[in-house]
């Protein structure tokens, strides 16, 4: 019998591991892809690099990873998912919970300039409300993401 729940606290344990190890992998790859876009932006330009974050079928949507850029407002300037909500407010946009995390990315942007935010969002490719996190940073006024699901 002790060995049982042993062995079943030992699996509890890995499994949390495991889903950690994952949650930080998907960080890096949206760090990886974010930078990516940075450099894109300041070597070309917002309107070129809009554009380039808008394509769906482009350099900036890996999977489930997108760009996405919001003004400092909260107005979407592009996004890689949903590419017609660009020009569209966003900032009073609530999660599954109620959460207003356009707020909370826009704080942590302007107090300190790049940060990670956690909300619930409709996953593009299950449509699941899925537990997801958004890396942004702040360049020169403009916010620029990358979200990934926990």
Request: hydrophobic content about 45%; overall charge positive; aromatic content about 10%.
């Amino acid at each position: 019998m002790k060995r049982t729940a042993a062995a079943g606290i030992a699996g509890l344990f890995v499994l949390v591991g495991l889903a950690h190890a994952q949650e930080r992998i998907a960080l890096a790859e949206a760090k990886v892809l974010l930078k990516k876009a940075i450099a894109f932006y300041k070597t070309n330009g917002q309107e070129k690099a809009l554009a380039a974050f808008n394509d769906r079928r482009g350099q900036f949507v890996d999977q489930e990873l997108y760009i996405f850029a919001l003004d400092i407002n909260g107005r979407i300037l592009a996004h890689g998912a949903k590419p017609a909500w660009s020009g569209k407010d966003l900032s009073a946009i609530r999660d599954g919970h109620e959460k207003n995390f356009i707020r909370d990315i826009l704080a942590v942007a302007k107090t300190k300039g790049a940060g990670n935010v956690r909300y619930r969002w409709e996953n593009p490719y299950t449509l699941a409300v899925d537990q997801k996190s958004s890396y942004v940073e702040n360049v020169d006024g403009v916010i620029l993401g990358c979200g990934y699901y926990n």
